[in-house]
């Protein structure tokens, strides 16, 4: 099929399509980071006012989980990013194969996160009444926890979403995968995922394990 094909009004040719996909999906990704950066900015402020606390319940998320699903994320950016490579080689079928890849990554990611916080409730690790960390500023932590890592896990799945549409659209028309400038919107979206979890890790489960 003809690169043509995969243009769609207003543009007159594919680069330019490109083009506002590529700033369309930056302009997107910007207002993300602004809502992770205020959640950042909030952390680091609390923390500031109850390090003891923050320390204390930092020691009592997961590090096995939490080092795990790093290493999961991680290695779909690095699927993700091959497929786009070999899209643009025009190796199809290698493509979609690291696109499957990179999905059932993220999967295992959501999967593993289920396990973790069902670790979390039965530990009682909820801010409110029971919550078993009395130091001052504890309970603030792990509010700030389950909103960010709820926030990115919300996020994780609206990728697999994306990265599923990459793989049923283009299962008739491999050529799509290069054609339409989808699957670049897609990758830059999910690397964006897969950074915003290098911020977290350190924040939510190596802040209570690096002091005595």
């Known amino acids: 099929m003809s690169d043509s094909a995969y243009l769609r009004p207003p543009w007159k040719n594919l680069e330019r399509q490109h083009q506002a996909v590529t700033l369309g999906i930056w302009a997107f990704l910007g207002s993300e980071v602004l809502l992770f950066a205020g959640l950042f900015a909030g952390y680091s402020v609390y923390r500031g006012l109850h390090p003891a606390g923050f320390l204390a319940a930092g020691r009592e998320t997961s590090i096995v989980f939490g080092t795990v699903n790093t290493a999961i994320l991680m290695t779909s950016s ?9 899209a643009k080689a ?9 696109l499957f890849a990179t999905f059932a990554l993220g999967l295992l ?28 500023g504890a309970a603030l932590f792990f509010s700030f926890y389950w909103v960010m890592t709820g926030i990115h896990a919300t996020h994780v799945t609206g990728g697999l979403v994306a990265v599923l549409r990459l793989i049923v659209t283009s299962r008739n028309d491999t050529a799509w995968l290069a054609g339409s400038g989808s699957q670049e919107a897609t990758a830059l979206y999910w ?3 897969d950074m915003i979890w290098i911020i977290l890790y350190p924040l939510l489960y190596l802040a209570g394990r690096t002091h005595g």
């Open 78 to 86: 690095l699927t993700m990013a091959m497929a786009g490579r070999t």
């Open 90 to 98: 025009r190796l199809f079928h290698a493509a979609r194969i690291l």
């Open 191 to 193: 690397h964006l995922v």
């Open 109 to 136: 990611f959501l999967v593993l996160k289920g396990f973790e916080y069902r670790e979390d409730i039965h530990k009682h690790l909820i801010p409110g009444p029971g919550f078993p960390i009395s130091v001052e």
